[in-house]
């Protein structure tokens, strides 16, 4: 990653985690992008360069696309729930609790993205979004293009259940241990 890269990614970390300490401690509605970017020390239209939302302030990861591209490298081999899966078992045991940072940050967006009511479709658009990724990862295949796209959002749902089931639990949770139950609950679909 090259100095001007670096650079914008601890801005964009930096921002965020000015948001949601404002968010958790006033309240998402009552908190501006003004406010944030009062409070973080850059322009706003910093903040709209970097997240284009308020509501991405929240939403927005950038393990996504680190994820996406290990994804991406496996899946032509493997299929997309295999690439996943694979990608998923690398994180070391552990490694994602909500003692750990990240885990401790995504705990953080999701209570405020499931509490606040004018956040509660974000999680879903951007289940979806993840999930029109994630099939763009296996276009080009024999299916056609809504095969893909039922597969992306399909693997995005398994997902987002993961981490809901894993923030709503205990602190010493794996979101790892937990993305994987879910993926292998994908692959039983015929079970009985």
């Known amino acids: 990653m ?5 650079r914008r990614t601890t801005t964009m970390r930096h921002v965020q985690s000015v948001a949601l300490d404002l968010f958790e401690r006033h309240g998402f509605d009552a908190v501006t992008v003004a406010d ?3 409070a973080a020390e850059v322009a706003e239209r910093t903040v709209f360069r970097h997240f284009g939302t308020k509501e991405m302030l929240v939403a927005h990861d950038d393990a996504d696309a680190a994820f996406l591209a290990q994804v991406a490298d496996r899946a032509t081999a493997t299929g997309l729930l295999s690439a996943v899966r694979d990608v998923a078992a690398r994180i070391p045991p552990g490694a994602w609790t909500g003692r750990t940072d990240p885990g401790a940050t995504w705990r953080r967006k999701l209570h405020l993205l499931r509490s606040t009511p004018s956040l509660a479709h974000v999680l879903d658009q951007e289940s979806g979004r ?26 995005a749902a398994a997902l987002t259940a993961a981490i809901t089931a894993w923030a709503e639990g205990p602190e010493d949770d794996d979101l790892r241990d937990r993305v994987l139950e879910a993926l292998a609950a994908l692959e039983s679909l015929d079970a009985r």
């Open 2 to 6: 090259d100095l001007r890269a670096r």
């Open 36 to 38: 944030v970017a009062a």
């Open 130 to 155: 993840f999930g029109d990724l994630l099939a763009r990862v296996v276009t080009g295949s024999e299916h056609p293009p809504f095969v893909a796209r039922a597969r992306g959002r399909a693997v």
